[in-house]
């Protein structure tokens, strides 16, 4: 636990360099962002998102697991939103006219410390949008007032504040945002576990099978190669639904995906997906081609027979070469060398299987992290290909807004570095109500049949996590 002398130390701390930053900012007439880092003791970051809910406050959650890494924000120091096709290029123009001059601590150097957006994008900014992705625009992208970063066995606090030319004298700011930190702290413990039933509203089977051979269809001797199509399933239970025991069971079943949770209100956009979209640190990005999947066996005899017919399958094969032809395609005029494995391998996941390839790329200098999403995003993987046409005919015949959905969510720092992952494997919780969405890639030799058993396979982590079962 943080002590109130350690409170204390660091409120001083963030008060003289909030002074400096408001000196700076009365006299060039602009705002001047100013973070402070310190370490602090090791604390379960999940005991913080339970906190900043029974405060009320809007808060964001990354982790991977695997990496023993999570950096939680809570509250809002300065936050973009954008719409349209642009909102990559305006969130990179944005953030790097706050960051210019900004008064960083020394110990901004920890990597996901320091000034830092936590956020997301909407999949398609030309779909009209839809009442229950209220307060998730095309893009919402944070820099939250307090930032908790978890690495290995070591925790940090970064406080970021915005000094503007009129605002008040510096102890006022900096003892404002350590009573943020202060009520998180004492809060800070364990949601108990919620033994809620949830009522599954999963009544599409016959229509959407019937969209699958339509689209098998169109896709047959046609310009089209791919199409994805999603689900979206209601689901209601008898109680307020836990977005943060949710993510206690997707943490602890699911330790190879990247866990997210924004909170916005009282909605919660959260999940554990398997895909990576970018990882970029210094010139070095990491990306995935992940697509084809089946189910994982009842025994290790059977799973094994599972992967060799995935690894096996023409069909399989044919639809993870079109996702990593256009990654390739994509990352290639951004980089000076890309290196990828020529077969992909199986990546097994707590109830699926997946073909793998991962990606490696050197960039070119000057690109940063918003460029590689506006290039990737959305891949053939979770939209098809060609992408304008597979876009189109999803506009047209998927029937709901994706919103948040099979989209960019992640984080980005003040060098431009940072971590996406696309938004699989989720869900969109709002009181005892939730939304949950699946996706499966449509070839023209696709079962329509098979297609939604694949889906219902998609959609038992989120169901799991809420307290039901597919």
């Not at 990593?324 to 391998?345: A, C, F, K, V, W």
């Not at 506006?374 to 876009?391: K, S």
Request: proline share 6%.
């Amino acid at each position: 636990m943080i002590t109130l002398d350690q409170f204390t130390h660091q409120q001083q701390a963030l008060g003289r360099v909030y002074a400096e930053g408001l000196r700076l900012a009365r006299r060039s007439g602009r705002r001047q962002l100013v973070s402070v880092v310190r370490s602090v003791p090791l604390h379960d970051p999940l005991a913080l998102v339970s906190a900043a809910r029974r405060l009320g406050v809007d808060a964001a959650y990354w982790s991977v697991p695997k990496r023993h890494f999570t950096v939680f924000g809570v509250g809002v120091a300065a936050v973009f939103e954008g719409t349209g096709a642009d909102r990559f290029k305006h969130a990179a123009r944005w953030w790097r006219e706050l960051t210019a001059d900004a008064l960083l601590d020394a110990a901004c150097d920890v990597p996901g410390t320091g000034p830092l957006l936590l956020g997301g994008f909407a999949f398609d900014p030309l779909t009209p949008a839809d009442g229950i992705w209220q307060g998730f625009p095309d893009a919402r992208l944070v820099l939250p007032e307090l930032i908790v970063t978890v690495s290995e066995e070591r925790a940090w606090v970064t406080h970021n504040l915005i000094a503007a030319p009129t605002a008040a004298d510096a102890g006022q700011a900096a003892e404002a945002s350590f009573r943020l930190a202060e009520a998180l702290w004492q809060l800070a413990d364990r949601e108990p576990a919620v033994t809620t039933r949830l009522n599954v509203n999963a009544g599409d089977r016959e229509r959407w099978q019937r969209l699958v051979r339509f689209t098998a269809d169109r896709l047959s001797g046609g310009p089209l190669q791919k199409v994805v199509l999603a689900r979206a399933v209601t689901a209601e239970a008898g109680g307020p639904l836990s977005p943060v025991h949710a993510l206690s069971f997707l943490r602890s079943t699911y330790p190879d995906c990247f866990l997210f949770s924004f909170t916005r209100g009282e909605r919660t956009f959260l999940g554990a997906t398997p895909e990576q979209l970018v990882r970029l640190h210094g010139r070095e990005v990491e990306t995935m081609c992940l697509a084809a999947s089946v189910a994982r066996g009842r025994d290790p005899e059977e799973d094994r027979r599972l992967a060799e017919g995935l690894l096996r399958s023409e069909k399989e094969r044919r639809e993870h070469r079109l996702v990593l032809n256009m990654i390739r395609g994509e990352l290639g005029p951004l980089s000076d060398e890309l290196q990828h494995p020529e077969e992909p391998t199986i990546l097994r996941l707590g109830n699926v299987q997946h073909l793998h390839t991962p990606v490696r790329a050197r960039l070119r200098e000057g690109i940063t992290v918003f460029d590689v999403l506006e290039r990737l995003h959305p891949t053939p993987a979770v939209g098809g290909t060609p992408r304008d046409l597979a876009m189109a005919f999803i506009r047209q015949h998927e029937g709901f807004h994706r919103g948040w959905y099979a989209s960019p969510v992640g984080w980005v720092d003040w060098r431009e570095e940072g971590e996406f992952a696309v938004a699989l494997r989720s869900a969109l919780v709002h009181g005892r109500r939730a939304t949950l969405f699946a996706g499966c890639g449509i070839m023209p030799d696709s079962d329509p049949a098979a297609e939604y058993e694949e889906s219902c396979l998609k959609l038992r982590p989120m169901l799991q996590a809420l307290g039901g079962c597919v």
